[in-house]
């Protein structure tokens, strides 16, 4: 199975911030790599697919990059509205393996 | 308006069994595979198995081959996840989830479901 690393596991920050989530695959995944938002109580919902793509609907400033084994999930300006826990996803083998997650809180 | 609901989940003892249903809306059901996804209390996510739209090739984890078996019934709208031989580990929120392919394996999860609870417990 394709193991992924997410870092950090939790990230305080300010509105208004820049934050940076990466996510390290175990092996080659090219960019089949996908982003999700998950709010308390609630399901995931997809923000970025194949590592940079912006899911319909989703503000600008959420981006993706990356490809081969390290992505990064890029919030270019913080809003209260994002705390959430995000998680990467590789889909290029069965069993689709998710990170482990980064819960985002504002500080 | 696509919309996925689950229903189905309660609260069993260990051994038992239990069938999860996901009804899809607003999109054609078979022309896409399905898959479900769990969430232990507290947890990540996690993948459990897939059905295809087409053909219904079927897939799952290795935590559960063997006592899971997914299924769909298109002319119902219908993905089921027949679950046997159940372990406390196996409590979590069951998430249905839809590809935006026919086939497993090519695309994210674009749509969930609200998800519905499992609790194995003496």
């Known amino acids: 199975d394709i193991q992924m690393t997410q870092s950090p596991s939790s990230l305080s920050a300010s509105v208004g911030d820049r934050v940076t989530i990466t996510c390290q695959a175990s092996?080659?995944?090219?960019?089949?790599l996908n982003w999700y938002q998950q709010k308390p109580g609630k399901a995931p919902k997809l923000l970025i697919y194949?590592?940079?793509n912006l899911e319909t609907g989703v503000p600008s400033r959420f981006s993706g990059s990356g490809s081969g084994t390290d992505f990064t999930f890029t919030i270019s300006s913080l809003q209260p509205e994002d705390i959430a826990t995000y998680y990467c996803?590789?889909?290029?083998?069965?069993?689709?393996?998710f990170g482990q997650g980064t819960k985002l809180e504002i500080k | 308006e696509v919309q996925l609901v689950e229903s189905g989940g309660s609260l069993v003892q260990p051994g038992g069994s239990l069938r999860l249903s996901c009804a899809g809306s607003?999109?054609?059901?078979?022309?896409?595979?399905m898959s479900w996804v769990r969430q232990a209390p507290g947890k990540g996510l996690e993948w459990v198995s897939a059905?295809?739209?087409?053909?219904?090739?079927?897939y799952y984890a290795d935590s559960v081959k063997g006592r899971f078996t997914i299924s769909r019934d298109n002319s119902e709208n219908t993905l089921y996840l027949q679950m046997h031989s159940l372990r406390a580990e196996d409590t979590a929120v069951y998430y249905c989830?839809?590809?935006?392919?026919?086939?497993?394996?090519?695309?994210?999860?674009?749509?969930w479901g609200q998800g519905t609870l499992v609790t194995v417990s003496s």
């Open positions: 989830a839809k590809e935006v392919d026919p086939l497993v394996g090519l695309t994210p999860f674009d749509y």
């Open positions: 607003g999109f054609t059901f078979s022309n896409y595979a």
């Open positions: 059905i295809s739209g087409g053909d219904y090739s079927t």
């Open positions: 092996q080659d995944i090219a960019n089949f």
């Open positions: 194949a590592a940079y």
């Open positions: 996803q590789q889909y290029n083998n069965l069993p689709y393996t």
